[in-house]
């Protein structure tokens, strides 16, 4: 029985009733924790004493949108490359989030399906890398979105098949490309690129297999679709309009709305590749995607925090930087760090283990130099992670 008392100034357990505690501390045992107490009320039995001095603790992040491994890195464009060189890559991306304090992550859609390989190689201990929890390929149409990530079909049966492959090959979720890009032609900003019935089906395999299904959709014609099939999470939503808010509140359907993309697309992408016609786009979006977050968050639509790092100019060592955009969006500290924990552990499903620091949770958790409540920006800034109880 290996038991550790951790001793500290703050602590936000995430706990409904007093998420705030000043002057803790947080008994361990085995990594799972078993109480979190002030100090006064603490009996400490024979443990060992761990002093995390005047750090500000809280959950480790949980990024429920990236990609390790994505289509701009696929061998078409890096001729020469070999696999083995592609899956170091891959590997160093999950390490970079996981020492910028990401403990578990989602990916949703990787070149050759790699990410399944690093998330086994994590899960048996073989490599250090964050929980992950990944689609392997996602699904789109034919030359859809991403279909360099993706498994292409196009009927209501083949997208049935297709979903029934991603899961053979292991996949822990279902990831579609429902609409295109921001920038993409047709009848409306982000047009639908499935039908209905494909998307339907889709949804309805996965569910049936006891996958979530989390969907890249901008157009409002891709969300309205993909909210009235059940879907579990939509991705970005730039153009979700207040009825299918509502519809979303009802439902419980979460929304990762990845403000870092249009973000780094414009203040990095633009300045590297002025003409980018993709990036222009991004630039003209921005305040119409977070006006769009601000309104769900006010409607009280559930937030899970992702930032689709992978994606064009959206780096993995700064990915906390996705809740200093929340509230630029609107919402409060306390919303974006309730999304970055709780809300994207519920969304991915290890809620079991993380998103909190309660009795029974992986003793998982970041020492920041500053009060994030008070200081947003501080989530980025250099920190302790503590995977199971052990610094890294
Ligand atoms: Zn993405």
Same mark, same amino acid.
């Given at each position: 029985?290996?038991? /550790?008392?951790?001793?500290?100034?703050?602590? $936000? @357990?995430?706990?409904?009733?007093? +998420?705030?505690?000043?002057?803790?501390?947080?008994?361990?045992?085995?990594?799972?924790?078993?109480?979190?107490?002030?100090?006064?009320?603490?009996?400490?039995?024979?443990?060992?004493?761990?002093?995390?001095?005047?750090?500000?603790?809280?959950?480790?992040?949980?990024?429920?949108?990236?990609?390790?491994?994505?289509?701009?890195?696929?061998?078409?464009?890096?001729?020469?490359?070999?696999?083995?060189?592609?899956?170091?890559?891959?590997?160093?991306?999950?390490?970079?989030?996981?020492?910028?304090?990401?403990?578990?992550?989602?990916?949703?859609?990787? =070149?050759?399906?790699? @990410?399944? &390989?690093?998330?086994?190689?994590?899960?048996?201990?073989?490599?250090?890398?964050?929980?992950?929890?990944?689609?392997?390929?996602?699904?789109?149409?034919?030359?859809?979105?991403?279909?360099?990530?993706?498994?292409?079909?196009?009927?209501?049966?083949?997208?049935?098949?297709?979903?029934?492959? !991603?899961?053979?090959? &292991?996949?822990?979720?279902?990831?579609?490309?429902?609409?295109?890009? !921001?920038?993409?032609?047709?009848?409306?900003?982000?047009?639908?690129? $499935?039908?209905?019935?494909?998307?339907?089906?889709?949804?309805?395999?996965?569910?049936?297999?006891?996958?979530?299904?989390?969907?890249?959709? #901008?157009?409002?014609?891709?969300?309205?679709?993909?909210? %009235?099939?059940?879907?579990?999470?939509? %991705?970005?939503? !730039?153009?979700?309009?207040?009825?299918?808010?509502?519809?979303?509140?009802?439902?419980?359907?979460?929304?990762?709305?990845?403000?870092?993309?249009?973000?780094?697309?414009?203040?990095?992408?633009?300045?590297?590749? +002025?003409?980018? +016609?993709? #990036?222009?786009?991004? /630039?003209?979006?921005?305040?119409? #995607?977070?006006?769009?977050?601000?309104?769900?968050?006010?409607?009280?639509?559930?937030?899970?925090?992702?930032?689709?790092?992978?994606?064009?100019?959206?780096?993995?060592?700064?990915? +906390?930087?996705?809740?200093?955009?929340?509230?630029?969006?609107?919402?409060?500290?306390?919303?974006?760090?309730?999304?970055?924990?709780?809300?994207?552990?519920?969304l991915l499903g290890i809620a079991d283990d993380y998103g909190s620091l309660e009795e029974?949770?992986?003793?998982? $958790?970041?020492?920041?130099?500053e009060n994030p409540l008070e200081h947003i920006a501080c989530v980025v800034d250099s920190?302790?992670? =503590?995977?199971?109880?052990?610094?890294?």
């Open positions: 029985m290996r038991k /550790k008392a951790y001793h500290g100034k703050w602590i $936000f @357990t995430g706990n409904r009733e007093k +998420p705030i505690l000043e002057n803790f501390v947080m008994m361990t045992e085995n990594a799972r924790i078993l109480w979190v107490k002030p100090a006064e009320d603490a009996e400490i039995e024979d443990a060992e004493a761990i002093d995390l001095g005047d750090a500000y603790v809280v959950p480790g992040f949980i990024d429920a949108h990236v990609h390790l491994f994505c289509g701009e890195s696929a061998y078409e464009e890096c001729p020469g490359r070999s696999a083995a060189h592609h899956v170091c890559q891959g590997v160093k991306n999950a390490q970079e989030l996981l020492k910028a304090g990401v403990v578990a992550c989602r990916d949703l859609g990787a =070149y050759e399906g790699y @990410t399944l &390989g690093v998330r086994d190689s994590i899960e048996k201990g073989e490599i250090n890398g964050p929980k992950i929890i990944a689609c392997g390929h996602a699904l789109c149409a034919t030359g859809g979105h991403g279909y360099q990530i993706s498994y292409e079909c196009d009927g209501a049966d083949e997208v049935r098949r297709q979903v029934r492959r !991603v899961i053979k090959e &292991g996949a822990d979720v279902v990831k579609m490309m429902v609409s295109g890009g !921001v920038n993409s032609p047709g009848p409306e900003p982000g047009p639908c690129e $499935f039908t209905e019935e494909e998307i339907r089906a889709g949804i309805e395999t996965a569910h049936a297999l006891g996958r979530k299904v989390a969907v890249h959709t #901008h157009g409002n014609t891709a969300v309205r679709y993909c909210v %009235e099939a059940g879907v579990d999470s939509i %991705e970005h939503g !730039v153009f979700l309009t207040e009825d299918i808010m509502d519809k979303m509140v009802k439902q419980g359907t979460y929304l990762v709305p990845t403000l870092c993309a249009p973000y780094y697309a414009v203040t990095e992408g633009l300045k590297a590749d +002025p003409d980018n +016609p993709d #990036h222009a786009k991004s /630039k003209e979006i921005i305040q119409i #995607h977070r006006d769009m977050l601000k309104q769900c968050a006010d409607k009280g639509v559930k937030i899970a925090f992702g930032t689709d790092a992978g994606s064009p100019y959206n780096p993995y060592d700064k990915v +906390p930087y996705e809740m200093v955009l929340m509230t630029m969006a609107g919402l409060s500290p306390r919303q974006a760090l309730d999304a970055a924990t709780s809300g994207s552990a519920e029974g949770k992986l003793a998982t $958790f970041l020492c920041l130099k920190k302790d992670v =503590y995977i199971k109880g052990e610094k890294l």
